[in-house]
């Protein structure tokens, strides 16, 4: 099929969706081109694909497969892409032999989706393990897979650093959480919609700032005097979408957690699919979410 006719179906097919009332999504695929996406007809881009494919295309500049897990894409009146991640904080696993982990950079951001390898799906749950069960001078050390899982199952409330990333392919501008942000606040960017801010941590310290419909991300700086480079913009009506599009990654990334348990801890694994899904609040319904944005 030629990509005109190729692009004429796809069009045919959105308009008989949208003629059902019902938000019109695209998957951008291997081999797909900016100029090929009819824009004026989805409500959302996924950019989906091969890993080689979204490392070198048009629709991402990350340069990094381990961040390559896209949630959510949308285009801006600018001809942008934002693309919005949930993403953990990496583990630190030189020292770490209960379970196979990926050969990720410590201390970075990995994107949280339903796109993890198993070994990915490993390095998250190191982190939340170690980040939530320290030990003190009279715990006793870790012993085990089952010890490490029940450890965290203790924890009051699993805290797991990192947050919302937002990317816009356009200006190469990326807003990531800072430090002592959890991912497990994603909900609060609920707030903004009413005009609420919004606390995405420190060093960096990015900021939120209402305009008019729009919604200002400033990737570094506490207040307007000390805000610095350039901010990404979104429409206030596409953030319950975004955050919409976010819950089925997270969704994603809970589904791949039991399987993973399955084989590692069988007999931990619903309790951890609960105790993730209740601290992380991934799966209670979303007030006001569709999948659409605003026009």
């Known amino acids: 099929m030629t990509v005109v006719n190729w692009v004429q179906s796809l069009v045919w097919w959105l308009a008989r969706i949208c003629s059902l009332g019902v938000p019109a999504a695209c998957a951008a695929q291997d081999g797909s081109e900016r100029d090929h996406i009819p824009w004026d007809v989805i409500d959302v881009l996924f950019v989906a694909g091969s890993t080689d494919w979204k490392i070198g ?6 340069h990094d497969r381990r961040n390559s897990h896209a949630a959510w894409a949308v285009r801006g009146e600018d001809g942008a892409v934002l693309i919005v991640n949930a993403v953990l904080e990496a583990p630190d696993t030189a020292a770490f032999s209960f379970w196979p982990t990926a050969d990720l950079n410590p201390y970075q951001f990995m994107a949280v989706s339903a796109s993890m390898s198993s070994r990915e799906v490993g390095s998250a749950l190191a982190m939340l393990v170690g980040y939530n069960s320290r030990t003190g001078d ?5 012993s085990g897979a089952s010890d490490a899982i029940g450890r965290l199952l203790d924890a009051d409330k699993v805290i797991a650093p990192g947050g919302l990333r937002v990317h816009d392919t356009q200006t190469k501008v990326t807003v990531q959480p800072g430090c002592c942000c959890g991912l497990e606040d994603w909900r609060e960017w609920l707030d903004v919609t009413d005009g609420e801010s919004l606390w995405l941590g420190h060093d960096p310290s990015p900021r939120v700032e209402h305009a008019d419909r729009l919604v200002r991300l400033w990737p570094d ?7 610095t480079g350039q901010p990404i913009e979104i429409a206030v009506g596409d953030l319950p979408g975004i955050l919409h599009s976010v819950q089925k990654e997270l969704q994603g990334f809970l589904s791949l957690t039991r399987q993973w348990a399955m084989g590692h801890v ?7 699919a609960a105790k993730l899904d209740e601290d992380l609040g991934i799966s209670a319904p979303l007030p006001g979410t569709t999948g659409h944005h605003a026009p």
């Open 221 to 227: 700086g506490a207040d307007a005097q000390e805000a």
């Open 57 to 62: 295309s048009a629709f991402s500049s990350r």
């Open 266 to 272: 069988p007999t931990l694994a619903e309790d951890l």
């Open 138 to 142: 009279k715990d006793r050390p870790l």
